[in-house]
């Protein structure tokens, strides 16, 4: 199974910039790294993907290690909002998704 | 454009009994898979169905099962539940299956159902 490695929890401020790390050293060469967020109550929903470059999108950032067994999610000014656990995802066969614990994101006013 | 809907909400079933949770994946997406979460283990992958038919099974015991319809709704079966099957049910949508390693799909997850085994 590809597995994936994430901190149990961080904080950070409001309206600072937060890098959420994780580690992926089992990685394919053809495998997507995946981000997902789940906030209270509700299903995962999407926050990027990348294959090799970083990737940038109007929720986030991705930066991936030159040797793809890491990334980094940025997202570039947390708010309130952004308070959830954030799952940093590999996909197996088919649409299978294998999530981590993933990392559960406070942010403090 | 409705997202995933996915009924009931909410179920509070016995030991022994069996249930049936119903998803309603997203207008022209065909890809219904379905999710444990529990606190312990975390989100786990159950099954994945395209055009009415099973592409893929996670490690569950055959207590699970699903199928997929002609309008790709979907249902998925626990039969003499138990204890540790309390948990969230997730169903996530996508607009085809897998393409290979190289294709991409999101997968759009719905609200979940909240089963209670007593």
């Known amino acids: 199974d590809a597995k994936t490695t994430q901190p149990n929890s961080m904080e950070s401020n409001e309206e600072e910039p937060v890098h959420l790390p994780c580690n992926h050293s089992t990685i394919s060469g053809t495998d997507y790294i995946h981000w997902y967020r789940q906030l209270p109550s509700q299903g995962p929903e999407y926050v990027i993907h990348g294959l090799t470059s970083n990737v940038n999108n109007r929720m986030a950032s991705l930066a991936i290690a030159e040797d793809r067994k890491s990334s980094t999610l940025i997202l570039h000014r947390a708010t309130l909002r952004d308070a959830a656990v954030y799952y940093c995802i590999l996909r197996g066969t088919g649409n299978q998704f294998y999530f981590g614990t993933g990392t559960s994101l406070t942010v403090i006013p | 454009k409705a997202g995933v809907t996915q009924t009931p909400r909410y179920l509070i079933k016995t030991r022994g009994q069996q249930v049936t949770l119903s998803c309603s994946p997203i207008?022209?997406?065909?890809?219904v898979s379905w999710y444990q979460q529990t606190p312990g283990q975390g989100l786990q992958f159950l099954f994945e169905?395209?055009?009415?038919?099973?592409?893929n099974k996670g490690n569950f015991p055959g207590r699970f099962s699903g199928r997929q319809f002609s309008n790709s709704r979907s249902e998925m079966n626990v039969s003499t539940l138990e204890l540790g099957d309390s948990a969230l049910y997730l169903c996530a949508s996508s607009l085809t299956a897998s393409g290979g390693p190289l294709s991409y799909n999101e997968q759009f997850f719905g609200p979940g159902t909240r089963l209670t085994v007593l």
């Open positions: 207008s022209g997406h065909r890809s």
């Open positions: 169905y395209f055009s009415e038919t099973q592409r």
